[in-house]
């Protein structure tokens, strides 16, 4: 099994930056590719950004040039380095991790509100 938990976010004036962070623990040996995606109200959820245990990302293209994600092996973390945010930015953000035998992992989320 594989824990995750999520902090960082929070209330933010558009154009303000914020970084989430996701902590695994438990059996973190075979987790491969970590993740961020989000769910607005009403809506799916969906990628924002992935990255592989080799450092390969992928990213929505509604972030591109403005979200960074990066991972941290050795403390089994994985960061979301948000700038420039709008207000369809806001959501619930989940973060997720594919461990041994492609089983999926998911955090209990965090909040990110953008508005003036």
């Known amino acids: 099994q594989v824990q995750l938990v999520e902090s960082g976010g929070g209330l933010v004036q558009p154009g303000e930056s914020l970084r989430l962070s996701c902590a695994a623990s438990?059996?973190?040996?075979?987790?491969?590719?970590m993740g961020w995606y989000h769910q607005a109200p009403g809506k799916e959820r969906d990628l924002v950004a992935n990255?592989?245990?080799?450092?390969?990302?992928t990213y929505a293209d509604s972030v591109k040039g403005r979200f960074t994600i990066s991972r941290d092996n050795t403390k089994n973390t994985v960061y979301l380095q948000m700038n420039n945010l709008k207000p369809e930015d806001t959501a619930v953000y989940y973060c997720?991790?594919?461990?041994?035998?492609?089983?999926?992992?998911w955090g209990q989320g965090t909040q990110v509100t953008v508005s003036s």
């Open positions: 997720r991790a594919i461990g041994a035998l492609a089983r999926e992992y």
């Open positions: 438990g059996n973190t040996f075979g987790i491969k590719t």
């Open positions: 990255i592989t245990r080799y450092g390969l990302t």
